[in-house]
């Protein structure tokens, strides 16, 4: 794993053979991942990995390259490569500013406890205690993992930038011999937040009260949606919304809407690096410092996710969202959703017809422009009943706009939790949505 003083020597190194304007990113990681199927471990791995990237810029040319072999002769080719490469690429629409301030964005902090805690002797002996738990006609699956992860950039303008994040992840399923089962996910970067034993007696509660699904007629319901199925809703909604460039080129719910009341007055979302519930990476993948953002605000549409070229584009400032990707644009990776006054547990009791969903599969986008998605339940979906749950329902699909259901949101619960995102975690609370449209049922 490397440190912030060899990170910096490799990148200074490879920039003093450079002949242009160059952006260069190092990325290390390791990963120890114990996967088990079958109530059994039946892998455990490691892996460790040092990828240079190299992105070079000649007027509106550019050309990018990667290494992961890092001597002297390794670093001079790949800059002959990348520089030679230049001749061949197309001019783009812009010339990309170099980047010059600030000098140097760091964070170091990260927690000393994930490794003592979760190595491969912890992260087994957590598995097979939670495996004994399991009556007979049940069986667990699953993966539990520890990442160690280094993000440093340079430029030969003579920027600096680090970051370390470490984190943990576990995730489980808990089958019935007769198909139902239960589903847990969790990712954090505090060891004191990793509740191994809860996360798999909840999967474990959800599989037995999975038994005996009733079938449930395609149509209109009103929903609770649990974190992790409120999480897959809002990584779409990003994916094909909240970034300028999606905006620009006509294919997000937003365009056109600036200002607008788009959702419910009790729906707020951002972005913010900062909290502690996400994972802090300070800068963007193209070197520019990570500003929050209000996205929604009180259902209002306040502002997007900008990278370089689309801030080019509009003549504003980037907002330090870009992936280094040109395609991808601005990109939201620390989203939060504000959260209401009522627990979960308080919003079931209060309910007197409902289904509630663990989580989402298989998600799809059918149409961006109306932030219209489908996808199947899985692991766990109940019927609410008189303020309780009264029995299990076979898996059904749905097929929803994100402009109704979010403009349809009447409870907000008070906690909030971490949800896998496309990149790092989101922090959101459950939902309670009226007329959530099921288009098809399992049988």
């Keep these: 794993m490397l440190n912030k003083k060899e990170s910096y020597a490799i990148i200074d190194k490879v920039l003093s053979y450079c002949n242009y304007y160059t952006m260069a990113t190092l990325i290390s990681h390791e990963e120890g991942l114990t996967r088990f199927a079958n109530s059994e471990i039946h892998q455990n791995v490691f892996k460790s990995n040092n990828t240079l990237e190299i992105t070079i810029h000649d007027g509106k040319k550019q050309s990018k390259n990667s290494t992961n072999i890092l001597d002297d002769e390794s670093l001079k080719e790949l800059v002959r490569k990348t520089e030679q490469n230049l001749r061949f690429m197309p001019e783009g629409e812009y010339e990309i500013p170099k980047v010059t301030a600030p000098a140097e964005i760091t964070n170091e902090e990260y927690d000393a406890e994930l490794e003592s805690a979760f190595g491969i002797p912890g992260r087994a002996s957590l598995i097979k205690s939670c495996i004994e738990s399991l009556d007979d006609d049940y069986t667990a ?53 990793m509740d191994v034993t809860k996360l798999f007696n909840s999967a474990y509660s959800k599989a037995k009260a999975a038994l005996n699904p009733e079938s449930l007629e395609p149509g209109s319901y009103t929903v609770i949606l ?18 300028a460039k999606s905006v620009d080129i006509g294919i997000s719910f937003l365009a056109g809407k600036k200002g607008q009341q788009v959702f419910g007055e009790n729906i707020s979302i951002y972005d913010d690096h900062t909290d502690g519930n996400t994972f802090s990476l300070p800068f963007d993948f193209e070197g520019y410092e990570r500003r929050k953002l209000n996205i929604i605000d009180q259902g209002v549409a306040k502002e997007l996710a900008y990278d370089v070229r689309t801030a080019l584009k509009e003549g504003v400032d980037t907002t330090g969202h870009g992936l280094g990707e040109a395609s991808t644009g601005g990109f939201p990776i620390n989203l939060i959703m504000k959260n209401g006054a009522k627990s979960l547990e308080d919003i079931i009791k209060e309910t007197d017809n409902a289904i509630l969903v663990t989580r989402f599969h298989y ?4 149409d961006p422009k109306k932030a219209l998605f489908t996808a199947l339940t899985r692991d766990g979906l109940y019927m609410v009943k008189n303020g309780q749950i009264s029995h299990a329902v076979k898996n059904m699909r749905f097929t929803e706009s994100m402009l109704n259901a979010f403009n349809k949101v009447t409870e907000v619960s008070k906690d909030r939790t971490k949800v896998p995102g496309f990149f790092g975690v989101s922090y959101v609370p459950a939902l309670k949505i009226d007329d959530f449209h099921f288009t098809g049922k399992t049988e």
């Design 141 to 193: 699956s699953g993966a539990f993992s520890l990442n160690k992860m280094v993000f440093a950039m340079g430029n030969n303008s003579g920027i600096k930038r680090f970051c370390r994040l470490d984190n943990v992840s576990f995730n489980t399923v808990i089958t019935h011999k007769n198909g139902p089962s239960g589903y847990a996910e969790y990712a954090t970067d505090k060891s004191a937040d």
């Design 226 to 243: 649990e974190p992790l199925a409120v999480g897959d809703l809002l990584s779409y909604m990003s994916y094909c919304g909240f970034s």
């Design 363 to 366: 998600m799809n986008v059918v």
